[in-house]
T-cell receptor
Framework: EAGVAQSPRYKIIEKRQSVAFWCNPI?????LYWYQQILGQGPKLLIQ????????DSQLPKDRFSAERLKGVDSTLKIQPAKLEDSAVYLC???????????FGNGTRLTVT | KQEVTQIPAALSVPEGENLVLNCSFTDSAIYNLQWFRQDPGKGLTSLLLIQSSQREQTSGRLNASLDKSSGRSTLYIAASQPGDSATYLCAVLNAGNMLTFGGGTRLMVKP
């Protein structure tokens, strides 16, 4: 079974620039999550999709972050404009259902200078 | 709001020791609890998933227990090896598919 694919692996941008991350979950996984992980901390949920609908985006800074999963498969997360404090690893995860394990991609490491 | 705490934040042990990592959560109304391993610069790898109706799960040298009523889970690693060095995270799933992570325990196993 192919894992969760994320790209790019690394991205360096200047503050106020825009950036987009892409995630392709494991085939058949209806639930998709985007997490932000700051160095030394556990992952923090940004947004959760069930198929192509948003289940929870309460912790997404909507003034600068947006995410979509138009066809209920792959997803993109965008930051516009970026701030220094957005420097983190952005992780995508997916699962089949509530009682199944969560699978993570390798993440995108973002550095904002 | 669910809060998940992992103690200790960091742990260093000599090779061969048996060790226990702790995870506590404030809201006992959970669906399941999952333990993950994270290597530097990598995503999270699932180790064990315990459903709310289960008390423990085992995989090789790993054993995870769950005491829902007291809001605790432990991850037991037998005969630790240098390759076990990583950060270990627990995550709790509540109603509404809300998944909350602990801050992790950074484990170093010295040869």
């Amino acid at each position: 079974e192919a894992g969760v694919a994320q790209s790019p692996r690394y991205k360096i941008i200047e503050k106020r620039q825009s950036v987009a991350f892409w995630c392709n979950p494991i085939s058949g996984h209806a639930t998709l999550y985007w997490y932000q992980q700051i160095l030394g901390q556990g992952p923090k949920l940004l947004i959760q999709f069930q198929n192509n609908g948003v289940v929870d985006d309460s912790q997404l800074p909507k003034d600068r972050f947006s995410a979509e999963r138009l066809k209920g498969v792959d997803s993109t997360l965008k930051i516009q404009p970026a701030k220094l404090e957005d420097s983190a690893v952005y992780l995508c995860a997916s699962r089949v259902g509530v009682n199944s394990p969560l699978h993570f991609g390798n993440g995108t490491r973002l550095t904002v200078t | 709001k669910q809060e998940v705490t992992q103690i200790p934040a960091a742990l260093s042990v000599p090779e061969g020791e048996n060790l226990v990592l702790n995870c506590s959560f404030t809201d006992s109304a959970i669906y399941n609890l999952q333990w993950f391993r994270q290597d530097p610069g990598k995503g999270l790898t699932s180790l064990l998933l315990i459903q709310s109706s289960q008390r423990e799960q085992t995989s090789g040298r790993l054993n995870a227990s769950l005491d829902k009523s007291s809001g605790r889970s432990t991850l037991y690693i037998a005969a630790s090896q240098p390759g076990d060095s990583a950060t270990y995270l627990c995550a709790v799933l509540n109603a509404g598919n809300m998944l909350t992570f602990g801050g992790g325990t950074r484990l170093m196993v010295k040869p």
